[in-house]
């Protein structure tokens, strides 16, 4: 990548870790355009801003888990009613895998409803990712808290992203969930970066935060020791029986400046569209694709909600003159940017 030294390039590409609170909310609350058209310069200079990469999600162990995140569906502490399943066999992930790769998606992402994996779950979830990387897709999976040598094994079996979010801001997180901290949280973030996997980690809109809740969290990722490589901009899906079912909807246009002030705050990460876009409007998507998202979950399923259509996505994309990414598509930096 050459080095850009325009002014105004080397000003908005600069990667910083020391953003304060008042700056970021200061760009939180700016004119919309002006926040959008930073955010879309940054976003063309790093990526072709006509593509958007396909992540496929699959849920390899469902519900009955002892967290008690307030948001989730799949939390044994709600009354929820789905039931819970034991760890899938990894042929049968390895043959869902298959079938994403055939609709596009370039990365795979296994979930599992757990506090943290237990011993004995290690070598089949190994072996999926095994399996999956033998496809030649991307592999990622988010299992929960990781010790560090649990991140280590990971590694070492070719795991190249590993998922866990932060949520929310620090200040609100003991308002979401009580079984664990946003210090286990940064724990197993740290696990993961010092095991050489790149870290996919974001949050939801639409828990009951305030604004500044919003800013705090993007400002936690954008001031680890490297950003996220990937950032997950999730809106609640409502779930009927847990605490978040009747949660105030997400202005749109505060979601759109979520997504724009985490493309500023961190340049080079992929900006992910996930949960809630099937109750996102297709203009509401276009503005966050504008304002710096680069990728979205395909398929009709999320891990236990539900996702667009494959249809609607090709419809919508086909609209906005959009096309699938390859794996990572960086756009060359140039002096006139
Ligand atoms: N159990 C693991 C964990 O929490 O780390 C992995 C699976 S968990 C379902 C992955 C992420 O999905 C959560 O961190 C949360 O950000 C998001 N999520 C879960 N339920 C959601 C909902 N109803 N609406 C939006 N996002 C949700
Ligand atoms: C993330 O941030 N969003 C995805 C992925 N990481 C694992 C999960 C969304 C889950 C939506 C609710 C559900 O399907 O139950
Ligand atoms: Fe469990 Fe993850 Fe759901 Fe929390 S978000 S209840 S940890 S599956």
């Given at each position: 990548?050459?080095?850009?030294?325009?002014?105004?390039?080397?000003?908005?590409?600069?990667?910083?870790?020391?953003?304060?609170?008042?700056?970021?909310?200061?760009?939180?609350?700016?004119?919309f355009?002006?926040?959008?058209?930073?955010?879309?310069?940054?976003?063309?200079?790093?990526?072709?801003?006509?593509?958007?990469?396909?992540?496929?999600?699959?849920?390899?162990?469902?519900g009955?888990?002892?967290e008690?995140?307030?948001?989730?569906?799949?939390?044994?502490?709600?009354?929820?009613a789905?039931?819970a399943?034991?760890?899938?066999?990894?042929?049968?992930?390895?043959?869902?895998?298959?079938?994403?790769?055939?609709?596009?998606?370039t990365?795979?992402?296994?979930?599992?409803?757990?506090?943290?994996?237990?011993?004995?779950?290690?070598?089949?979830?190994?072996?999926?990712?095994?399996?999956?990387?033998?496809?030649?897709?991307?592999t990622?999976?988010?299992?929960?808290?990781?010790?560090?040598?649990?991140?280590?094994?990971?590694?070492?079996?070719?795991?190249?992203?590993?998922?866990?979010?932060i949520?929310?801001?620090?200040?609100?997180?003991?308002?979401?969930?009580?079984?664990?901290?946003?210090a286990?949280?940064?724990?197993?973030?740290?696990?993961?970066?010092?095991?050489?996997?790149?870290?996919?980690?974001?949050?939801?809109?639409?828990?009951?935060?305030?604004?500044?809740d919003?800013?705090?969290?993007?400002?936690?990722?954008?001031?680890?020791?490297?950003?996220?490589?990937?950032?997950?901009?999730?809106?609640?899906?409502?779930?009927?029986?847990?605490?978040?079912?009747k949660?105030?909807?997400?202005?749109?246009?505060?979601?759109?400046?979520a997504?724009?002030?985490?493309?500023?705050l961190?340049?080079?990460s992929?900006i992910?569209?996930?949960?809630g876009?099937?109750?996102?409007?297709?203009?509401?998507?276009?503005?966050c694709?504008?304002?710096?998202a680069?990728?979205?979950?395909?398929g009709?399923?999320?891990l236990?909600?539900t996702?667009?259509?494959?249809?609607?996505?090709?419809?919508?994309?086909?609209?906005?003159?959009?096309?699938?990414?390859?794996?990572?598509?960086?756009?060359?930096?140039?002096?006139s940017?």
């Open positions: 990548m050459k080095e850009n030294n325009s002014p105004q390039g080397r000003d908005l590409l600069t990667i910083r870790h020391d953003w304060s609170s008042d700056e970021t909310l200061a760009i939180y609350d700016s004119p355009m002006d926040m959008v058209f930073k955010a879309q310069t940054i976003h063309r200079a790093v990526f072709d801003p006509n593509k958007v990469q396909f992540s496929r999600l699959l849920n390899i162990k469902t009955g888990c002892p008690d995140c307030g948001y989730c569906s799949q939390s044994a502490h709600h009354d929820v789905r039931h399943s034991k760890l899938i066999d990894p042929v049968r992930v390895i043959e869902q895998a298959k079938a994403a790769l055939a609709a596009g998606a990365r795979y992402c296994m979930g599992a409803a757990w506090r943290s994996p237990k011993a004995r779950d290690m070598a089949p979830v190994i072996e999926m990712v095994k399996g999956v990387k033998a496809l030649g897709m991307e990622c999976m988010t299992l929960g808290m990781l010790s560090a040598e649990q991140a280590r094994q990971l590694a070492d079996a070719g795991l190249e992203y590993y998922n866990h979010n949520d929310t801001s620090e200040r609100f997180y003991d308002q979401i969930v009580t079984t664990r901290s946003f286990d949280r940064l724990n197993t973030l740290r696990h993961v970066h010092e095991a050489g996997m790149k870290v996919c980690c974001g949050g939801i809109l639409g828990l009951g935060e305030q604004p500044l919003r800013v705090e969290m993007l400002r936690t990722l954008a001031n680890l020791p490297e950003h996220p490589d990937s950032v997950p901009m999730n809106m609640l899906i409502p779930i009927e029986g847990t605490p978040l079912a949660a105030e909807p997400v202005d749109p246009i505060s979601f759109v400046r997504v724009a002030l985490a493309r500023i961190m340049p080079m992929d992910r569209l996930s949960a876009r099937t109750a996102m409007t297709d203009e509401m998507q276009a503005l694709f504008l304002a710096g680069n990728s979205i979950f395909i009709d399923t999320l236990t909600a996702n667009p259509s494959e249809d609607k996505d090709h419809h919508l994309l086909r609209r906005l003159g959009m096309e699938r990414a390859e794996a990572r598509t960086m756009v060359t930096l140039s002096a940017t």
